[in-house]
């Protein structure tokens, strides 16, 4: 069974720039999960997708970041503009449906803002 | 609001000592708690989790955690570390939102290990 993909794995940008990183969850997985892991924390949920419905976006930026998943499979995130404290590591997870205890984690895209 | 904590942000051990990791939580029903791992520039690994049901659990690569209401804990133990286990440990409690499930993490405490 493949895991979960995340594209680019690296990323360095300048502040005020825009970025979009992409997520293919495990196949099947209904629920898709953004989280940002700064350097020294664990991760924060950013939002949450049921399908193609966001569940929970409570700690997401509105004001710069924004996150789809249109067919209810992949998913892209995006940050614009990009500031110095967004400066971290995005992780994407899936699970079948919504149990956290079969939660599977992508690698990782790592961004640096400059 | 369900949280953990995570004592220590670095442990260091020698090959072959007791590693000990300790974490709280607080939670105002019976919680889901976790341990993953994190290898460094790698995505977060499941170690072993509990789920209500026996109070030792145990995991991959020779760790286990107890389940102590009283004390409110989930603490992470091996008995002797290699040097492998260097990474960075993340405890997490599940939290339920309008049906739907989430993870909080506690901070994490990057474990060391020495020869």
């Known amino acids: 069974e493949a895991g979960v993909a995340q594209s680019p794995r690296y990323k360095i940008i300048e502040k005020r720039q825009s970025v979009a990183f992409w997520c293919n969850p495990i196949?099947?997985?209904?629920?898709l999960y953004w989280y940002q892991q700064i350097l020294g924390q664990g991760p924060k949920l950013l939002i949450q997708?049921?399908?193609?419905?966001?569940?929970?976006d409570s700690q997401l930026p509105k004001d710069r970041f924004s996150a789809e998943r249109l067919k209810g499979v992949d998913s892209t995130l995006k940050i614009q503009p990009a500031k110095l404290e967004d400066s971290a590591v995005y992780l994407c997870?899936?699970?079948?449906?919504?149990?956290?205890?079969?939660?599977?984690f992508g690698p990782g895209t790592r961004l640096t803002v400059l | 609001a369900q949280s953990v904590t995570q004592l220590g942000s670095h442990v260091s051990v020698s090959e072959g000592a007791l590693v000990l990791l300790r974490c709280n939580y607080s939670s105002s029903v019976p919680p889901y708690l976790f341990w993953y791992v994190q290898y460094p520039n790698q995505g977060l690994q499941l170690l072993l989790k509990y789920t209500s049901a026996a109070t030792l659990v145990k995991g991959i690569n020779g760790f286990e955690a107890e389940f102590k209401k009283s004390e409110t804990s989930f603490h992470l133990t091996k008995p002797s570390a290699h040097m492998s286990d260097a990474a960075e440990y993340f405890c997490a409690v599940s939290v339920t939102n309008t049906g739907f499930q989430k993870l909080v993490f506690g901070t994490g405490t990057r474990l060391l290990v020495s020869p």
């Open positions: 196949s099947g997985h209904a629920t």
């Open positions: 997708f049921q399908n193609n419905g966001v569940v929970d």
């Open positions: 997870a899936s699970t079948k449906s919504g149990r956290v205890n079969e939660q599977f």
